[in-house]
């Protein structure tokens, strides 16, 4: 290979090198000591009650209280949900955090569920005395 096909060729890689799909521009760079960001990150679920579905909009989901795995590109939502209480939809924003890491805002994410709207209440009913009607037409208890 001749001197100038080499020189060629080293230099498409190292510009392939100093561009990539990370969103600050990533990769390795000869004039860039950024660390890349990651590509998913922790976060911290919990709800009350305990116990709660939490499900991201990027798809992972648990039962709280849990942690999950979530890719970093975006803002995102987590919803909570538990039978017999309303879901809650709580926004999650994504922000760079110190070197390279990602920070989630709130961490961790929490929901306060509330009872479901028009949610059946069981009445305690109690005993209803006979009818005056019921009680005369009853037999007389026979005497000994």
Do not use: H
């Amino acid at each position: 290979m001749s001197r100038m096909r080499v020189g060629l060729v080293l230099g498409a890689a190292l510009m392939l090198l100093g561009c990539s799909g990370w969103p600050n521009g990533g990769g390795l760079s000869l004039f860039d000591s950024t660390p890349p960001i990651p590509a998913a990150a922790p976060i911290e679920l919990d709800s009350e009650p305990q116990g709660a579905q939490a499900k991201t909009s990027l798809g992972p989901s648990c039962q709280t209280p849990c942690s999950l795995q979530v890719p970093t590109g975006a803002p995102f939502s987590v919803t909570f949900s538990q039978d017999g209480y309303a879901p809650q939809t709580v926004p999650v924003q994504v922000q760079p955090g110190e070197d390279g890491a990602v920070k989630f805002t709130p961490n961790p994410v929490y929901a306060e569920l509330g009872p479901a709207p028009g949610g059946k209440k069981k009445k305690k009913t109690a005993a209803k005395p006979p009818s005056p009607t019921a009680a005369a037409a009853a037999p007389a208890p026979s005497p000994r």
